[in-house]
């Protein structure tokens, strides 16, 4: 069976072992992963780079634990189940016997193989979600392997949006709660799945209970101020002069998205031109230092472009629009999209109507996460009429209607028919 394992190992490293550099990359994976220290000269020797040596069991254990199993012996025996694994019946057949531990260790295994972990792990919690099963999910969401922190945030954006999804046709509201004071389903779901289809709705009552309770992190803190305010100023409460003092400060330990989504509600509200400038000053330099980030940073300013019509902050996003394309995640395509929709809208505002036929044509609306999809596709159902009207095109009305169908779904008193009509102009 060792050589079953050596394969098993190269599968969980994502590569082959052909020379000393991968012995070396292996032997440091293990200890970044298990603890363990192996000598890369084991391996070399494990995998015939070397003169070869009976392999020792405590080697053979470390290995089969890299793996994802107990040991070497526990490799042995349940090896024959990883072929069936894939097939899911596994999976299922676990959940049917309800066992909190075994549901645990599934996902744990799944997670340390990189086997199909973001689907099983929506896959389960959506069930015990429908279930009520508040004592299983607790387990899951305080289980330190799957701490935010501790994931690609590829794989949180996926989740979050797939579980965050059930919330909208699920209701009971004592569960919901007793989830959300949960810090790693805040950062998983909450603050991933932000959800402007319900903005006065559903995701807006989280935010109220959010809003109001006390012992919550900081960034949790900063993020719920923002999405209230911007709540409030889609649906036209009134706030006060209070409420957008405590806009959140800048700091560039904040995470970009976060970053981006306080800069552009402080552009908005800004006094004066002088406090835009100082503000303004302040992205681009994040941005210059950080330009891998660029689609994370003016994600959320393009979507605020696009609601407030913002002049300082327009300009300034358009200004960058030229990095605001290097997709390396497939969240990064919902994130250009947005700012493509938004580049729709000034093509359109300059009259340049060839230009945003072509560039709206070109956006993958169906790779726009959903949470932001209804909300962004307002915008390109108006553009998409603007755009037929002034090649008058045959389905001006069917358009038009589509407008309406999703802006009476959203019913955000802001966006209404006076907001549209003057849209475009100063």
Request: hydrophobic share 40%; net charge positive.
């Amino acid at each position: 069976m060792i050589d079953e394992l050596k394969s098993e190992v190269e599968k969980t490293f994502s590569r082959k072992i052909v020379n000393r550099g991968d012995c070396e990359a292996l032997a440091h994976d293990v200890y970044v992963k298990t603890g363990a220290v192996l000598s890369y000269n084991t391996l070399r020797r494990l995998y015939g780079l070397a003169e070869n040596r009976n392999t020792r069991e405590s080697t053979l254990n470390q290995l089969a634990v890299y793996c994802a199993f107990h040991s070497y012996k526990d490799f042995c025996q349940r090896f024959s189940e990883v072929d069936i694994w894939p097939s899911w019946e596994n999976l299922y057949v676990i959940l049917s016997r309800n066992d909190t531990t075994a549901l645990l260790e599934l996902l744990r295994f799944r997670r340390r193989r990189n086997e199909q972990f973001t689907l099983s792990f929506t896959i389960v919690v959506r069930e015990l979600i429908y279930r009520k099963d508040l004592k299983a999910l607790l387990a899951i969401f305080r289980d330190e392997e799957f701490n935010f922190n501790k994931l690609p945030y590829d794989d949180v954006a996926q989740i979050g949006v797939l579980i965050g999804m059930v919330f909208r046709n699920f209701s009971d509201f004592e569960i919901e709660k007793q989830l959300l004071r949960e810090a790693n389903f805040r950062d998983m779901v909450f603050k991933i799945f932000v959800d402007y289809k319900s903005l006065n709705g559903k995701y807006g009552k989280w935010v109220h209970f959010l809003y109001k309770l006390e012992k919550i992190d900081k960034e949790s803190q900063l993020f719920i101020h923002c999405i209230e305010l911007w709540r409030r100023y889609l649906v036209n409460e009134p706030f006060n002069i209070d409420l957008k003092q405590k806009i959140p400060t800048l700091s560039t330990d904040q995470h970009p998205i976060l970053f981006g989504r306080i800069f552009g509600l402080k552009v908005i509200f800004a006094e004066n031109q002088k406090q835009k400038k100082v503000l303004l000053q302040k992205m681009q330099k994040r941005l210059n230092a950080q330009p891998q980030f660029a689609n994370e940073l003016l994600f959320e300013p393009s979507l605020q472009c696009l609601v407030t019509r913002d002049v300082a902050l327009m300009e300034f996003v358009m200004a960058n629009q030229n990095i605001v394309n290097d997709i390396k995640y497939w969240y990064h395509i919902s994130q250009v999209a947005v700012h493509k929709v938004f580049q729709v809208s000034v093509a359109i505002q300059a009259n340049q109507y060839t230009k945003a036929k072509n560039i709206l044509s070109q956006i993958p609306f169906h790779y726009i996460r959903h949470g932001y999809r209804e909300f962004v596709e307002l915008y390109s159902t108006f553009f998409n009429f603007h755009i037929a009207k002034q090649f008058n095109a045959k389905n001006q009305q069917e358009l038009w209607a589509e407008h309406l169908k999703i802006r009476n779904s959203l019913n955000y008193a802001i966006l209404n028919k006076a907001y549209f009509e003057n849209y475009f102009s100063n």
